[in-house]
């Protein structure tokens, strides 16, 4: 301590705590700040859940409960949540599975989280939509076919306390496991076959730079929008997720039907999304979102060149006879 | 007084200036006890030098020493960042994938910058707290020479001028001037590369009265319908002068557009439920026209290029019906004929008047009725 007393009254010491103080954020950022490994959350089927599988009354339930309150028990909307009537079964699954709805504070734009319901829930909930709140076939469907997220573990783990002995148990968790393993192995060929089955992303890279690039950046890192809306990064979205944006039109973006660009194009601009996830990230604390080279020199003026006149500072600063 | 060092042509300091305060007393006592005049070997007299304490040039030195040795490390550590991505068997580099380039560039970046930044930092760290500082005085030099120097010069100049037959000798000098002329008028005359006047080739485009359009990206034209079920839906679109050539329905997905041409006629097609419509679309643009018949069942067509500097302005919130522009936030309403609503430009984006063909396709019935893209001096004149 004694050496702090000394020289905080050094012409420096302000700098110097600046400049920590910049570092702690900057590290402290990046260590806390969520990365893409975290926020995965859902499982779906390839297909459509099975009209067996789904039970309209549990949907309802949840509906009632999780989304009634803004959108009203006939979903007809209030001040705080629009009509979902005519939004399509698309939408709900769009919304729910990104973590976004069910809201907690409809005021304001919400960002991408994990997913607060369960699969099944979310099953439930549509088919309750699609029989009860839909306006006949208005909006669009949610597109089965379209690779969501992988599967994960915990959703195949069975439960304790359904079974009375501990080798019942044990069996039943490799047989999870096993089970587990072959719906990952099917998701990844689905996915492979989705975006490697693709073969002009030249139009897909086309499309995403004239449609979308304007509002989510050019490298999918998302910018702002006016009154404090932005277009979110769309780094960690699922080939189905991209697709449902697309058609459903989620908050400010406009819809981008499969009329105006087809479901194979949708294919292929999805896949240069893909490629523009996949594109190597020279790391480092401050990837600036990789936003570009606009940004990246703004900062490499502002933050290098103060850097170089503090050294410059540092350097020919006037020595007080006694220190 | 100065901290200069390098003031070398007064190294002797012939004159105090008189009244400066001596701030470091104390430490010129120190000076003068452990260095007297006569056993002193620097360069400035004892009194002007300042030397550091015992405590703080052994401390100074220790820190020195541990930037040095970071710097040492960091050059180390550049050798090393250089051998550590080997060519594999084939003999392709492992810095071929792009990744591990990118891992190269910033072992090699970070070490280089360690060890250049450890020698420069130890070098001031020396300078400041182990090398003594100077107290020099020293008087400005009279900068202008003296009337007597500036006159024998002026001569002297003269003489030499005359013998060197510049004066007595004028065929000589006149060619020399004539041969001089081309050279000063050349820059000027190049500025004629920055012309010829552009005419109107600003104000048209190739948009015409019937003609398609394809979604830019594709081939594919577009028809009325297809945007049918998307009540907020959004493209952007370029005319396809190709027409109907190939297959039906597909153009030649503006291929044969030159770049100039893409930039002036790219458009945005936004559909916007026509409740939505301002009072403002309803103003005449041309003749009894007013901005509304100029679109089609909702759907309106707007240049897609700012009319500031040239932007791509398409970020569109279909909630608010606003255009963005990324680049200074111009902001247009759609639903308004692309008003300005906010930021530096300075009009509205012109709006292309489209219908449909008895196919149903969407076609333009003309072209802009004022300058697309960045706005110039005379872009109002016809």
Same mark, same amino acid.
């Given at each position: 301590m004694?050496?702090i007393?000394?020289r905080r009254?050094?012409?420096?010491?302000?700098?110097?705590?600046?400049?920590l103080?910049?570092a702690?954020?900057?590290?402290?950022?990046?260590?806390?700040?969520?990365t893409?490994?975290q926020a995965?959350?859902q499982?779906l089927?390839?297909?459509?859940?099975?009209p067996?599988?789904?039970d309209?009354?549990?949907?309802?339930?949840?509906?009632d409960?999780?989304?009634?309150?803004?959108?009203g028990?006939d979903?007809?909307?209030?001040d705080?949540?629009p009509?979902?009537r005519e939004?399509?079964?698309?939408?709900?699954?769009?919304q729910?599975s990104?973590g976004?709805m069910p809201?907690?504070?409809p005021?304001v734009?919400?960002?991408?989280?994990?997913m607060?319901?369960?699969e099944?829930?979310?099953?439930?909930?549509? &088919?309750?939509y699609?029989?009860?709140?839909?306006d006949?076939?208005?909006g669009?469907?949610v597109?089965? @076919?379209?690779?969501?997220?992988a599967?994960?573990?915990?959703?195949?783990?069975p439960n304790?306390a359904?079974y009375?002995?501990e080798e019942a148990?044990?069996?039943?968790e490799e047989?999870a496991?096993t089970e587990?393993?072959?719906?990952l192995?099917?998701y990844?060929a689905a996915?492979?076959?989705?975006?490697?089955g693709?073969?002009d992303t030249?139009?897909?890279?086309q499309?995403?730079?004239t449609?979308?690039?304007?509002?989510?950046?050019?490298?999918?890192?998302?910018?702002?929008?006016? +009154?404090?809306?932005w277009?979110?990064?769309?780094?960690e979205?699922?080939p189905?997720e991209i697709?449902e944006?697309?058609?459903t039109?989620p908050g400010?973006m406009?819809?981008f039907?499969?009329?105006?660009i087809t479901?194979?194009?949708k294919?292929?601009?999805?896949?240069y999304?893909?490629t523009l996830?996949?594109?190597p990230?020279?790391?480092?604390?401050? +990837?600036?979102?990789?936003?570009?080279?606009?940004a990246?020199g703004?900062?490499?003026?502002?933050?290098g060149?103060a850097?170089?006149?503090a050294?410059a500072?540092?350097i020919?600063?006037?020595q007080?006879?006694?220190? | 007084?100065?901290d200069?060092?390098n003031?070398?042509?007064?190294a002797?300091?012939?004159?105090?200036?008189?009244g400066t305060?001596?701030?470091?007393s104390?430490?010129?006592?120190?000076?003068?006890v452990?260095?007297?005049?006569a056993?002193?070997e620097?360069?400035?007299?004892?009194?002007?030098?300042?030397?550091h304490?015992?405590?703080?040039?052994?401390?100074?030195?220790?820190?020195a020493?541990?930037?040095?040795v970071?710097a040492?490390?960091?050059?180390?550590g550049?050798?090393v960042s250089?051998f550590?991505?080997?060519?594999n068997?084939?003999g392709t580099p492992?810095?071929?994938?792009p990744q591990i380039?990118q891992?190269?560039n910033?072992l090699?970046?970070?070490?280089l910058?360690l060890?250049?930044?450890?020698i420069?930092?130890?070098?001031t760290?020396?300078a400041r707290?182990?090398m003594p500082h100077y107290?020099?005085?020293?008087?400005y030099?009279?900068?202008?020479?003296?009337?007597?120097e500036k006159?024998s010069?002026?001569?002297f100049f003269?003489?030499g001028?005359?013998?060197?037959g510049?004066?007595?000798?004028?065929?000589?000098?006149r060619t020399?001037i &004539?041969?001089?002329l081309?050279?000063?008028l050349?820059?000027?005359?190049?500025?004629r590369?920055?012309?010829?006047?552009?005419? +109107?080739?600003?104000?048209?485009t190739?948009?015409?009265? @019937?003609?398609?359009?394809?979604?830019?990206?594709?081939?594919?034209?577009?028809?009325?319908?297809?945007?049918?079920n998307?009540?907020?839906?959004?493209i952007s679109?370029l005319?396809d002068p190709?027409?109907?050539g @190939?297959e039906?329905?597909?153009?030649d997905?503006?291929?044969?557009l030159?770049?100039n041409?893409?930039?002036k006629s790219?458009?945005?097609l936004i559909?916007?439920?026509e409740?939505?419509?301002?009072?403002g679309?309803?103003?005449n643009?041309?003749g009894d026209?007013s901005?509304?018949n100029w679109?089609y069942?909702g759907?309106?067509a707007?240049s897609?290029?700012?009319?500031?500097?040239?932007?791509?302005?398409a970020?569109?919130e279909r909630?608010t019906?606003?255009?963005?522009?990324?680049?200074h936030?111009s902001t !247009?309403d759609?639903?308004d004929?692309?008003?300005v609503?906010f930021?530096?430009?300075?009009?509205?984006?012109?709006q292309l008047?489209?219908?449909?063909?008895d196919?149903?396709?969407?076609?333009?019935t003309?072209?802009?009725p004022?300058?697309?893209?960045?706005t !110039?001096?005379d872009?109002?004149? +016809?």
């Open positions: 004694k050496w007393t000394a009254r050094h012409p420096l010491a302000g700098y110097a705590v600046v400049i103080a910049l702690l954020f900057g590290v402290g950022y990046a260590a806390l700040a969520p893409s490994d995965q959350a499982t089927a390839a297909e459509a859940p099975s067996d599988d789904v309209i009354a549990e949907g309802k339930t949840v509906f409960q999780t989304c009634a309150s803004c959108h028990l979903g007809s909307g209030s705080t949540g009509d979902l939004v399509g079964s698309a939408a709900i699954d769009f729910v990104t976004r809201s907690v504070n005021d734009q919400m960002p991408r989280r994990d607060v319901m369960s099944q829930d979310l099953d439930h909930l549509i &088919a309750y699609n029989a009860e709140i839909r006949g076939e208005s669009a469907d597109p089965y @076919g379209i690779p969501g997220s599967p994960q573990p915990e959703d195949f783990e304790r359904d009375d002995s148990f044990d069996e039943a047989e496991h587990y393993e072959a719906a192995a099917e990844e996915y492979d076959e989705y975006i490697e693709a073969d030249e139009m897909g890279m499309l995403y730079l449609n979308c690039a304007h509002c989510h950046g050019w490298s999918g890192g998302g910018g702002a929008l006016t +009154d404090g809306r277009a979110p990064e769309i780094h979205a699922t189905r697709y944006a697309m058609v039109g400010a406009p819809m039907n499969d009329m105006v479901s194979d194009e294919q292929e601009l999805i896949s999304v893909k996830q996949a594109e990230n020279a790391g480092g604390i401050f +990837d600036l979102e990789r936003v570009g080279q606009v990246e703004f900062i490499s003026w502002t933050i060149l850097l170089i006149v050294c500072i540092w020919t600063a006037k007080r006879a006694h220190d | 007084m100065t200069n060092s003031d070398k042509n007064r002797e300091g012939p004159e105090r200036v008189l305060p001596s701030e470091s104390e430490e010129r006592a120190v000076a003068a452990s260095a007297t005049d056993a002193h620097g360069p400035y007299p004892a009194s002007e030098t300042h030397a304490p015992e405590e703080q040039q052994r401390r100074g030195e220790r820190i020493a541990v930037w040095f970071l040492f490390l960091g050059g180390v550049f050798l250089y550590l991505f080997p060519p068997a084939q492992a810095i071929a994938d380039a891992y190269s910033m090699l970046g970070g070490s910058t060890a250049m930044f450890g420069g930092a130890g070098m760290v020396w707290n182990v107290e020099v005085s020293s008087p030099d009279e900068l202008p020479s003296s009337e007597e006159g010069f002026g001569a003269m003489r001028a005359d013998e060197s510049i004066t007595k000798r004028p065929l000589m000098r020399l &004539a041969a001089m081309p050279l000063g050349a820059p000027i005359v190049l500025l590369d920055t012309g010829p006047l552009p005419g +109107d080739k600003l104000k048209n190739i948009w015409a009265d @019937g003609m398609r359009m394809v979604v830019e990206g594709t081939d594919r034209q577009i028809k009325a319908e297809d945007l049918e998307a009540p907020n839906g959004m679109a005319p190709g027409g109907h @190939g039906e329905g597909h153009g997905g503006g291929h044969h030159s770049l041409e893409k930039a790219v458009i945005l559909k916007i439920p409740a939505d419509y301002k009072p679309m309803n103003e643009v041309e026209q901005r509304l679109t069942d759907i309106v707007y897609k290029i700012c009319t500031h500097v040239g932007c791509p302005a970020l569109y909630t019906h606003r255009i963005l522009c990324p680049c936030q !247009f759609a639903a004929g692309a008003k609503v930021g530096p430009a300075h009009r509205p984006l012109p008047p489209i219908g449909v063909d196919e149903g396709y969407l076609i333009a003309g072209d802009f004022e300058a697309p893209g960045p !110039f001096w872009y109002a004149k +016809d």
